[in-house]
């Protein structure tokens, strides 16, 4: 644009300083000019600013990412150790459950061979209520089990 108003103005025989036709004009032009450079710098400054604040919620959004992998990760941490936990308490209740029903088949047999050979009442019935609360106590243990094997399964 400049350039074409130098070729539209000069004759070479005079210097252009003196044109004020050109001169008037050539200034017009270099404030467009430096109209468009300052809205270009202006935008350019805009521009930086959104970027900035992208960068900086780019950079929170990291930080809570970050800080929700380590709290799953401690909690899933936690779960697993509470896993380990049920079943160390699985396996103990089902040995005492295994212990308990041996204990009740050997008193089975017990009252059965003391029934057999004629024994006294008395011991009769000391026995059926031992074998009783064997049996209430596996049922107890039974429970516990099933518990135990729910806790499991989550």
């Given at each position: 644009?400049?350039?074409?108003?130098?070729?539209?103005?000069?004759?070479?025989?005079?210097?252009?300083?003196?044109?004020?036709?050109?001169?008037?004009?050539?200034?017009q032009i270099?404030?467009?000019?430096?109209?468009?450079?300052?809205?270009?710098?202006?935008?350019?400054?805009?521009?930086?600013?959104?970027?900035?604040?992208?960068?900086?919620?780019?950079?929170?959004?990291?930080?809570?990412?970050?800080?929700?992998?380590?709290?799953?990760?401690?909690?899933?941490?936690?779960?697993?150790?509470?896993?380990?936990?049920?079943?160390?308490?699985?396996?103990?209740?089902?040995?005492?459950?295994?212990?308990?029903?041996?204990?009740?088949?050997?008193?089975?047999?017990?009252?059965?061979?003391?029934?057999?050979?004629?024994?006294?009442?008395?011991?009769?019935?000391?026995?059926?209520?031992?074998?009783?609360?064997?049996?209430k106590e596996?049922?107890?243990?039974?429970?516990?089990?099933?518990?135990?094997?729910?806790v499991n399964?989550?």
């Amino acid at each position: 644009m400049l350039l074409n108003l130098v070729d539209k103005h000069w004759s070479r025989e005079r210097s252009l300083h003196h044109n004020n036709n050109f001169l008037s004009q050539a200034v017009q032009i270099l404030s467009m000019m430096e109209d468009d450079i300052s809205s270009r710098e202006a935008e350019v400054r805009t521009l930086r600013q959104e970027s900035d604040a992208l960068n900086i919620q780019a950079a929170t959004r990291e930080e809570e990412h970050k800080s929700e992998v380590r709290n799953l990760s401690a909690q899933l941490e936690t779960a697993c150790s509470g896993v380990g936990k049920h079943k160390e308490k699985l396996r103990i209740v089902l040995e005492e459950n295994v212990a308990l029903q041996k204990r009740l088949i050997k008193l089975e047999g017990h009252y059965l061979k003391s029934r057999m050979k004629g024994s006294p009442i008395t011991q009769i019935k000391e026995a059926q209520t031992e074998v009783e609360e064997l049996r209430k106590e596996i049922e107890g243990l039974k429970v516990k089990v099933l518990e135990a094997e729910k806790v499991n399964g989550l």
